[in-house]
């Protein structure tokens, strides 16, 4: 019997793993679209640098900020992962939480496999296409509460790099000083996966009920965090959450149902 991995650090992707697909993409993505226009008028610096990364990176020069808000309207409906579109939507979102009318959705069992992985000891970091901003902005505001402190590391494609990249994976786990081979990164897309795989890292697909069938050829996968944890056949240096991972996926399977009412 070959000995299980042991893991040192989580990193999560967030929309399709941690997170509902449908949630952000009916509630937050809206929103934000809405009020681009309106952001873009305000001319702070930060916006301001924000325009002029549009503009280079949309071949834009000259345009007017009426024209670059129209193309970053444009980023939302092609869920553009632009860095200039994820910072401004950051704070966007950043303003709708402070004042009540956004919620971020997690899953059921993502602030258990946290609050486990915290008492074994595994650090659990994320790595999005959001900025680092809407990253922890988004677990400050969940509908199970402030999930934040639970998290150690935030990565975006501006401190890490491009998600299908090896790079970017062998860069976070230079950031976060772990061997790739004690880093366990878990995501809904394959392209991502095979990245991490490539960069040395373990790995395991996540298969929401709300995602669409996907092959995970190679990659190991499971329904939620603490089956993926169980499929991907892992351990931490404290082998009590090996023990007690089929008791969480048990409980989560039996919260599932709760999962429909939170979209």
Not at 98 to 104: K, Q, R, S, V
Not at 116 to 133: A, C, I, L, P
Request: proline fraction near 6%; charge should be neutral.
């Amino acid at each position: 019997m070959s000995r299980q991995p042991t893991i040192d650090a989580v990193v999560l992707d967030i929309e399709g793993t941690t997170s509902s697909l449908r949630h952000l993409r009916d509630r937050h993505f809206p929103y934000s679209r809405a009020r681009i226009a309106e952001f873009t008028r305000r001319g702070t610096p930060e916006i301001r640098s924000l325009l002029d990364e549009t503009a280079r990176m949309a071949g834009q020069p000259g345009a007017t900020d009426a024209e670059l808000a129209a193309t970053l309207q444009r980023w939302v409906d092609e869920d553009a992962k632009t860095p200039p579109l994820k910072a401004l939507q950051g704070m966007i979102w950043a303003e709708a939480y402070a004042a009540g009318e956004l919620m971020a959705h997690v899953y059921t069992d993502v602030p258990v496999a946290l609050r486990m992985w915290r008492d074994e000891g595994v650090r659990v970091h994320t790595f999005s296409s959001g900025s680092v901003q809407a990253q922890r902005d988004w677990f400050r505001h969940t509908d199970h509460g402030d999930l934040l402190p639970l998290l150690a590391r935030c990565f975006d494609t501006r401190n890490a790099g491009p998600k299908a990249d090896p790079d970017s994976y062998s860069a976070i786990g230079r950031a976060i000083e772990v061997p790739p081979s004690r880093i366990l990164f878990a995501s809904d897309r394959p392209a991502e996966l095979d990245a991490a795989r490539r960069a040395g890292m373990r790995t395991v697909g996540l298969q929401r009920p709300e995602n669409p069938p996907t092959d995970f050829g190679e990659h190991p996968w499971g329904r939620d965090l603490a089956d993926a944890w169980a499929a991907a056949g892992c351990r931490s240096s404290d082998s009590l959450f090996c023990k007690r991972s089929d008791v969480v996926a048990e409980a989560t399977r039996r919260l599932s149902s709760l999962n429909a009412k939170e979209l």
